[in-house]
Nanobody, 120 residues
Framework: QVQLVESGGGLVQAGGSLRLSCAAS????????MSWYRQAPGKQRELVAT??????NYANSVKGRFTISRDNAKNTVYLQMNSLKPEDTAVYYC???????????????WGQGTLVTVSS
């Protein structure tokens, strides 16, 4: 059993900052990749940022404003969001590719999401 739990969402004014966390737990051997997605009402889910052991990638809409990082000892990924805009309002989801055990295998896991609302 592997699961992801997001936290840190909330209401913030435009121009403000917010830090999201996603903690993985369970029968984890290693975490190959962790990503943040977001989905606004009436919109498709989109990839925001991804981090692996050797690289990070960002959507053009958040580049320069958001920073993804990870703490391997805590099996946790973070998303630091600065200079927030109303169009950043969405439910943010954590997603991870994880090598698990008992049983052994590669699993793709999603968190339940955390709501970020940016007011103007």
């Amino acid at each position: 059993q592997v699961q992801l739990v997001e936290s840190g969402g909330g209401l913030v004014q435009a121009g403000g900052s917010l830090r999201l966390s996603c903690a993985a737990s369970g029968s984890i051997v290693s975490i190959n990749r962790m990503s943040w997605y977001r989905q606004a009402p009436g919109k498709q889910r989109e990839l925001v940022a991804t981090i692996t052991s050797g690289s990070t990638n960002y959507a053009n809409s958040v580049k320069g404003r958001f920073t993804i990082s990870r703490d391997n000892a805590k099996n946790t990924v973070y998303l630091q969001m600065n200079s927030l805009k109303p169009e950043d309002t969405a439910v943010y989801y954590c997603n991870a590719g994880i090598v698990a055990y008992n049983p052994t295998g590669y699993v793709d896991v999603w968190g339940q999401g955390t709501l970020v609302t940016v007011s103007s």
